[in-house]
């Protein structure tokens, strides 16, 4: 039968592409129950944008398991690093932030980790709690773990190398300190996506270097973004976020290729590799539309951050406009006044922007020039025209943004 550790490393073990090494974590499982204390498992994330989106539900998913097994979650805060800028995955280091974006997007992190974390077995630390207080002798003294071979073996650090492109001494340090978060916090487990493995491999060796039995890494897949293509990320423009209304999540959701929807009901979803098989071969049997599939795995992840009400309204609301070509029945209203409304004084690419369909007169341009912006059904082709605009008229841009017009005095 069996062993309790057993049981545990079998569904730790779900879904993880590097593992160093399950017999370690074995042996923090024995040694951890019969000390009766649950196992301190680290995930870092810099609050480099105010959301989070599915991308980082994929961790989060694994560290709720650790929590259902009686683990407790150690959620550290970049606060202090994402004011360094880390390259993992990237040819060049990310724009680091100020102190005042930090603290604006770090805000905002806690209450929508809780939508996946249980907060009684969650601590949360932010690293500039130690980092910040760090002389330069301890910085120093940090440094001499580390060595210049050992940072040029990790990958994009080592491209970058080869194709002369510069690569600056804060660069280095990002890996460094983020190791030491694993020190400080006593880490016995760290969490990452594929990309973060050069920097959890260095956490467990700054924590021997500081006498401590080394941390346990498990990496997980980067889940792509809408456009199955590049990983999820918020730069990138391919995100679904967590917070978003549910109306867009199902809509974009929907716009994920067929081979693609796979992905979200494996690394989201967490769907038990029995079932997904078996709705995979009902796929490919034609036992089941592709389509009635990726609705199911849509409202499933709608109903996960906004409720099964919610999520049954986005589906209803996205069929009635893109099954039964009908406009939605709620929409956001932009307010004209009568002159403008009467012609000749509002252009469309201000009207556009004004009513929150564009992010600036280009984006609008753009959209009109790919044909993506309609007024009651009509095809604008003109960026510059300024028709009349009858109260109650319907502007569309894409497939999923409306507004409705409002004439004023």
Known sequence: ??????RQLELLGRRAVDWVSPEELRA??????????????????????????????????????????????????????ARIGDPSGRSQTRRPLSAEEVRAHAETYQAQV??????????????????GAMRFEDV??????????????????????????PISLVEFLYPLVQAYDSVVVRADVELGGTDQLFNLLLGRELQKSF?????TVLTLPLLEGLDGAQKMSKSLGNTVG????????????????DGHMWRFFDLVLCEPPERLAALRADVAAGRAHPRAVKEEMARRIAARFHGAS?????????????????????MPEVGVTAAEAAGGGLRMVELLVRAGLAESRGAARRLI??????????????????????????????????ARIRVGA
């Open 310 to 330: 919610a999520a049954r309204a986005a589906a209803e609301a996205f069929a009635r406009v893109f099954s039964r070509h009908e406009n939605p029945e709620a």
């Open 369 to 402: 020039t790919q044909g993506a912006v309609r007024l009651d059904d009509r095809r604008v082709d003109d960026a510059l025209a300024a028709p009349p605009l009858p109260d109650g008229a319907v502007l569309r841009a894409g497939r999923r943004r409306f």
């Open 1 to 6: 039968m069996p062993s309790e550790a057993d």
């Open 242 to 257: 967590v917070t978003e209304p549910p109306e867009e999540v199902f809509g974009k959701l929907m716009s994920v290729s």
């Open 28 to 81: 923090r499982l024995e040694a951890a129950r019969a000390e009766g204390r649950p196992l301190r498992v680290k995930y870092g994330a810099d609050p480099s944008a105010p959301d989070l989106h599915l991308g980082h539900v994929v961790g989060l998913n694994k560290l709720r398991e650790f929590q259902d097994l009686g683990h407790t979650v150690v959620f550290i805060v970049g606060d202090f690093t």
């Open 114 to 131: 809780f939508r996946v974390l249980d907060p009684a077995r969650t601590e949360v630390r932010y690293n500039s709690e130690w980092l």
């Open 140 to 165: 120093i003294r940090l440094s001499a773990q580390a060595t210049v071979a050992q940072m040029l073996a990790r990958e994009d650090f080592a491209q970058r190398f080869r194709a002369q492109q």
């Open 211 to 215: 006498g401590q039995p080394p941390q």
